[in-house]
């Protein structure tokens, strides 16, 4: 699998990003936490450069992220996670235990699926991959419905005359329909110290239900950005980092 590591002091931190995302989204908070911890962010299975055919139940996901975490050889690590990454980490702590000292999730709750979430799945099916440029690529995603194709554009790279995007949209449908379900005896299936970020203007995680989510597991705490979206580390980098800096050095 291949990953960024970008050093700093601290404990290990795992990052695991969401669908359609790759490590390197974590590099502005990995500069933030540069003296809090050492942030390492793979890329998953169908992401960034690691190309995979499938499958992508999520099982495979945590599995994957499980045989990472052992590889690393650093003892127990902090576990984050944006998006579909979140909910890879809080069930990789409840099923792995001895790997994870403490979780932090970014904007995802314990469940992904209708009438909960009004949108669990993004369609995405026949969106285009490539264009002659960047910025026509950037403009093709937006003529979907998508005001700001940054997020995405984050995994587009040069090939030949052109910029194609280094995962595949059918691909993606797959993964996003993998991480549909209830998960709540995840969430609450293990003990470590957690930390749960929500955007003000998220539409993955409701007000209520994160409130719930943090009720409901002890060590458990919310902190809310009330200007970030979904994307919390772009939205609102800075605050997002103190946030978790605060938490890790809780920790020690």
């Keep these: 699998m ?7 002091r601290g404990p290990t931190l795992v990052a695991l990003h969401g669908s359609f995302g790759r490590g390197a989204i974590f590099t502005r908070m990995a500069v933030e936490l540069a ?3 050492r942030v390492v962010a793979p890329d998953q299975r169908g992401h960034g450069r690691h190309p995979h055919p499938g499958p992508f139940r999520h099982e495979d996901f945590i599995a994957d992220a499980a045989d990472f975490i052992r590889d690393l050889d650093a003892g127990p690590v902090v576990l984050f996670g944006h998006s579909l990454g979140g909910i890879t980490a809080y069930r990789l702590a409840a099923q ?9 999730v ?12 009004e949108q669990p799945i993004l369609d995405v099916r026949g969106w285009p991959r490539a264009a002659p440029t960047r910025a ?3 403009e093709a995603i937006r003529a979907r419905g998508v005001p700001d194709a940054d997020y995405f554009m984050q995994s587009a790279e040069r090939d030949g005359d052109g910029y194609r995007l280094l995962f595949d949209w059918e691909q993606m449908m797959a993964v996003q329909e993998g991480a549909i379900g209830d998960w709540w005896s ?17 539409t993955l995680l409701p007000a209520g239900l994160a409130r719930d ?18 994307w919390i580390h ?19």
């Design 2 to 8: 291949r990953y960024l590591d970008f050093g700093g």
């Design 35 to 37: 003296g809090a911890a």
């Design 96 to 104: 792995y235990p001895n790997l994870v000292r403490a979780l932090i």
């Design 106 to 117: 970014e904007d995802v709750g314990p469940v992904m699926r209708r009438p909960e979430i």
């Design 136 to 138: 026509e690529l950037s």
């Design 186 to 202: 995840d969430w609450l299936g293990s003990s470590v110290p957690a930390l749960v970020l929500r955007g003000g203007h998220s």
């Design 213 to 230: 989510m943090v009720a409901r597991r002890p060590g458990a705490r919310l902190v809310e950005f009330p200007d970030a979206g979904h």
């Design 234 to 252: 772009d939205d609102e980098p800075v605050a997002m980092a103190r946030a978790v800096a605060a938490f890790l050095a809780e920790q020690k």
